[in-house]
Antibody, heavy 120, light 110 residues
Framework: QLQLQESGPGLVKPSETLSLTCTVS??????????WGWIRQPPGKGLEWIGS???????YYNPSLKSRVTISVVTSKNQFSLMLSSVTAADTAVYYC????????????WGQGTLVTVSS | QSALTQPASVSGSPGQSITISCTGT?????????VSWYQQHPGKAPKLMIY???NRPSGVSNRFSGSKSGNTASLTISGLQAEDEADYYC??????????FGGGTKLTVL
């Protein structure tokens, strides 16, 4: 059974860089059949798509976040990661990692989510 | 890209049917048959309920169905049950190969 697990600091200071890692078990980030994505949800608000990566390294980003976002994949560790720079309080959210099939867009497996708070 | 438009809330009684709309543009919902729907209970990760406009993943009840007309997609839940009370989000592929979510709809089962 595929499992995804987010990890990283729960507290980040304003203007610093948020860094999260998603560890995949029961499947491979090196598969050509899937995209691996990041989605966030501010407290009490809706879902926001951040971006996704293909095993080849091709990336796709939300235009509103593109200047601050980097998503990368480390196939040897079966992980992919998110970096979001110059954070503000507006970046406080639960961050989810998820898997999407290339042939049928839709995130079918999700991590449990991790709350990241931006505060000094 | 702008968020897809969903009603903030809908409600229905047990056994009834409800429909949630999701309106986008020709650059997302209207341009591709790649609309998906998610159910989210409080404190939980979203769950994929519909993909490719109208397909259900294995294990999802056939009480959930999806459709699309022009720039508007719809999720219909028939035979409402108490456990269906949750937030529902639509999502679409876009012309920029990105994804966009709707603002979410809170379903209340009366």
């Amino acid at each position: 059974q595929l499992q995804l697990q987010e990890s990283g600091p729960g507290l980040v200071k304003p203007s610093e860089t948020l860094s999260l890692t998603c560890t995949v078990s029961g499947g491979s980030v090196g598969s050509s059949s899937y995209y691996w994505g990041w989605i966030r949800q501010p407290p009490g608000k809706g879902l926001e798509w951040i971006g996704s990566i293909y095993y080849s390294g091709s990336t796709y980003y939300n235009p509103s976040l593109k200047s601050r976002v980097t998503i990368s994949v480390v196939t040897s560790k079966n992980q992919f990661s998110l970096m979001l720079s110059s954070v503000t309080a507006a970046d406080t959210a639960v961050y989810y990692c998820a898997r999407e099939r290339t042939t049928a867009p839709g995130y079918d497996y999700w991590g449990q989510g991790t709350l990241v708070t931006v505060s000094s | 890209q702008s968020a897809l438009t969903q009603p903030a809330s809908v409600s229905g009684s047990p056994g009834q049917s409800i429909t949630i709309s999701c309106t986008g543009t020709s650059s997302d919902v209207g341009g591709y048959n790649y609309v998906s729907w998610y159910q989210q209970h409080p404190g939980k990760a979203p769950k994929l309920m519909i993909y490719d406009v109208s397909n259900r993943p294995s294990g999802v009840s056939n009480r959930f169905s999806g459709s699309k007309s022009g720039n508007t997609a719809s999720l219909t839940i028939s035979g409402l049950q108490a456990e269906d009370e949750a937030d529902y989000y639509c999502s679409s592929h876009t012309s920029s190969s990105t994804r966009v979510f709707g603002g979410g709809t809170k379903l209340t089962v009366l």
